[in-house]
């Protein structure tokens, strides 16, 4: 059923050899439901891009996440994108977002240099934007607050919402991390104005190593993403009154569809790019959709495995906080060595590594990286995130490509590694 059914290259293998347990092996919940819808497609004779698999794929989607759209596009990236020129930003708008995440959240941004970006810091139990701080940053000429579900664990969205909705500020929810999370019976992607999601290879699912989705309630933007990810501008159109002034026929419109012979434009707003998801993509996410709940599973048998081994030193680390009625889908497995004169986060990170577990720390707090420097922001802006990063948070492996013996080994690694960074 997954990537286990398919014979593996000697590439393959050495790749896996470089690290006894890698942090994620590429290729390793792709199996033969995958390899069958894209033969499939590749068999129909039917178009390869933006067909019946792509409307499959976004049906399911939208029942999954409980929204009226749900439209993919080529990447997380691009979903965005899209989602941030959907707010309809005003120079002297401001939006508040998180430090603690990828650069495709807030990248955007830049190309708005006359909205102001606030970095919110995060809260220190779960990398995750809170009420407390955000309110202390939004204002009268706050548009929109975007947040990430770090790891998977939904942030505290009906209070972030409360807040929100008294101001008319609009949210996006940078669900990247997140499909197959649950908050409160509901999920990611539903809680807020706009969701966006990535099947980057990295991600909970993948549609071949590259893709996105955007979730939300409202028509108007289905149109207007619909026209960008087409290559078609999006324009405030008005009906035209007469047909190029004549009483000539109008061509056929077969040969020149869309608004070119009914419409005039009053204003443009963003030129179309091509963000169609391709079939083949599209087909193997209908499959990786159906066993979602399988990863999430696998995940989280492995995140209870590693906190047992996190248990024995109740003093030292510190688990990320879940609240009551929310299901973290695990993408990132994360704790937090809390004192770091007993316990050095870097010697762990160091003995992991010496032992073949692959350790990345996710994320470099944004507001320190140059291109954000140099709009202004400084290090001081978000002292928790900082901490954090620098002291005291750390990743493990947690991926359901993870064979059984690697979580074995993982939990007797990460147990040896334990107690050699005890000072
Ligand atoms: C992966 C990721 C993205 C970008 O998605 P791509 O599909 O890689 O473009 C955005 N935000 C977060 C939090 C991510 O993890």
Redesign the pocket.
Known sequence: MTGRDIPKTAAFQQSLRDYRVPYLPYGSTLGSAELEAGAQVIGSGETLSGGAWRTRFEEGFRAYAGTAHAMSVT??????EFAIHLLDLQPGDEVVVTPQ?????VQPLLRYPEVRVRFCDVEADTLNLGPESLVTLVNDRTRAIIV?H?GGLPADMDAIMDLAGERGILVIE?S??ALGSSYHGRRPGSLADIG?F???S??NITTLG???MLTFHNDDWADRVDRLRGNEADAVFVPRDHRFGTSRAPLPGALYPGLAYTHDCVALLRHGTNATLSEPAAAVGVAQLRSLPAFVAARQAIAGRLREVLSGYPDLVGLPAVPDGVEPSH?LFTFFVREPERLSRDRLIHELDDRGVQVPI??FPLHLTPEWRSRGHRYGECPTAERLWFEEQMNLPCHPGLTDKQVDLLCELLADSLRASLC
């Open positions: 990447s997380g990236t691009v979903a965005l995440t990828y650069q495709a959240t990430v770090y940078d990247a991390h966006c990535s099947f980057h990295s991600k590259e893709g996105g993408h996710r994320y």
